[in-house]
């Protein structure tokens, strides 16, 4: 078995830590790094994986799964480049950074996978898109589709949709959670108390996610099921658009898509 090491176990570390142990990953064939060690031994004292430091990680792994901060690339990548054996699969988590960066500074033919996953991996339901960099072939693009599939769906796209996919998927999960703090607060406006409106609105929100997995039905068809003739949802759907909230998001999307690209070239 193949050794992994997650170097940075912040959100999406650790989501992906627990996610490959319920996967059936022993303990024993997992690593990470973590520059707080009081969060290290919380994460050893909650899985039972080992905490290394980076030389470490870079002699014993197989697969280096990088998971820190985009802005946290550098230091990080001046420490591996001297290190890294070019055998070892790199798979990047990193909004915006791509896997020619990790090319120009690791072992020459190293081989890089680009992924970005979402935090619903915390529950076994993210959606990561994974895309292979020069050196990658079939069979390493294969092991991380095999590895990303314990926490979740997996789609192969070429890595200039990534930062596309940043924008819609990485970040698609923060969009979900504001509607429904909105309208959890709508609730409210109405004079509903917050216990029971989060209730209506969040178990709305699985039973509407449910439909959209499980029916094979757009929701353009979904939503016109709920807006009867001269209903009330008519009524609202009339004050979104006047309020422009289609616009806005595909304004949003596309700000977050450039912010991606941003972060990519900030490394040029
Ligand atoms: N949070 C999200 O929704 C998503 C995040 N990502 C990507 O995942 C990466 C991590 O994001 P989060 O988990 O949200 O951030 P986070 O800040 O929760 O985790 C990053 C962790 O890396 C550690 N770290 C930083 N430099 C280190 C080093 N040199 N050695 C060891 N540990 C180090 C930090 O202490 C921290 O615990 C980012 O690149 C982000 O773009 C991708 C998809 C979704
Ligand atoms: O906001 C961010 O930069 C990260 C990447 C995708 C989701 N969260």
Known sequence: MAVIAVLGAGKIGEALLSGL?????????????????ERAEELTRRYGVR?????????????????????????????LGPLLRPETLVVSLCAGLPTALYERRLAE????????????????AAMSAISPGRYATPEHLALVEELLACVGS???????????????SGSGPAYFFFLVEAMIDAGILLG?????????????????????????EHPVTLREAVTSPAGTTINA????????????????????????VELGKAHD
Do not use: W
Request: net charge negative; proline share 8%; charged share 25%.
């Open 237 to 260: 759907i009339r004050e979104l658009e006047n309020h422009g909230v289609r616009a806005a998001l595909l304004a949003a999307i596309e700000a977050a898509r450039d912010r991606s």
């Open 51 to 79: 905490g290394v430091d980076v030389p470490e990680a870079a002699k014993l792994a197989d697969v280096l799964i990088v998971a820190v901060k985009p802005q946290d690339i550098e230091p990080l990548l001046d420490e």
């Open 21 to 37: 142990l319920h996967g059936g990953r022993k303990p024993g064939e997992l690593l990470f790094t973590e520059r707080y060690p």
């Open 109 to 124: 033919g190293t081989p890089v996978v680009r992924v970005m996953p979402n935090t619903p991996m915390v529950v076994g």
């Open 154 to 168: 997996v789609v192969r796209v070429p890595e200039s949709q990534q930062d596309a996919v940043t924008a819609l």
């Open 192 to 216: 509903l108390p917050r216990n029971i409106a989060e209730k209506l609105i969040v178990q709305s929100a699985v039973g509407a996610a449910k439909m959209l997995a499980e029916t094979g």
